[in-house]
């Protein structure tokens, strides 16, 4: 049995990101797993892995931390259905990690910093206010008055997503795939730390976003 480490907040809301990627693949490939739910302030129930952050996997011989690392570990020792088809897949999907890293989530991080506290609470709460602020060198709420700035930006940003969703129906073709899952913790982490209004209800990114919580079943994960 593979146990996954990952981020939880208040009333063991899972909000992670990366976390959400490497439970899709999970369920996508059918593997039996059970969650840990580690809270910002909990690194003791990661330590065994020498490092502080999720996702963390532990499986029989050892453990794998990073998302990237993970859903390719998982992919090399689990067979059909595999996540990456071919190696242009595999590359795509590797772009598609480095991008909602280095660029989305620092996008969407502004447009939800002020309200994460609210799916917080105690150290939790203290751990990720004193880590952020000192972060941003500022309040979290300093991004407020570019809010609206920055979920204009965020949507032009993934025009490119935008316009395969709206070709095939997924970013994989017409079946979600291991494309969708990167991109899909981008939406999953403002739609569960924050009120915002990220995508207009008739964006097909929004209906993908649905779709993908129908296919899978993940309300309750
Ligand atoms: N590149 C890593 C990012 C991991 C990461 O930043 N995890 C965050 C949660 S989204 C974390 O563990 N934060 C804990 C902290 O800030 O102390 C991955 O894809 O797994």
């Known amino acids: 049995m593979i146990t996954l480490y990952e981020l939880a907040g208040k009333n063991d809301l899972r909000f992670s990101p990366p ?3 490497v439970k899709l693949s999970l369920l996508y490939k059918d593997i039996n797993f059970q969650t840990v739910a580690v809270g910002f302030s909990e690194k003791n129930k990661i330590s065994f892995s020498n490092q502080q952050l999720v996702p963390v996997i532990k499986h029989q011989k050892g453990f794998v931390f990073d998302s990237w690392n993970i859903i390719n570990w998982l992919d090399e020792n689990f067979d059909n259905p595999k996540l990456f088809i071919n190696e242009t897949s595999k590359n795509f999907s590797y772009f598609l990690y480095l991008w909602t890293s280095r660029q989305l989530l ?3 991080f502004k447009i939800i910093a002020h309200e994460i506290p609210n799916i917080l609470e105690g150290d939790d709460l203290d751990y990720y206010i004193i880590t952020r602020e000192e972060r941003i060198k500022g309040s979290i709420t ?12 965020f949507r032009k940003l993934i025009n490119p997503m935008r316009s395969l969703i709206k070709k095939n129906g997924y970013i994989s073709g017409t079946r979600p795939g291991i494309e969708d899952f990167i991109f899909f913790g981008n939406f999953k982490w403002v739609y569960t730390c924050s009120t915002c209004k990220l995508l207009e209800t008739e964006d097909e990114i929004y209906q993908w976003y649905k779709n993908i919580h129908k296919i899978f079943n993940i309300e309750t994960y």
């Open 142 to 153: 300093k991004f407020k008055p570019v809010i609206s700035d920055s979920i204009l930006k």
């Open 106 to 108: 620092p996008v969407l």
């Open 19 to 21: 976390c959400w990627n």
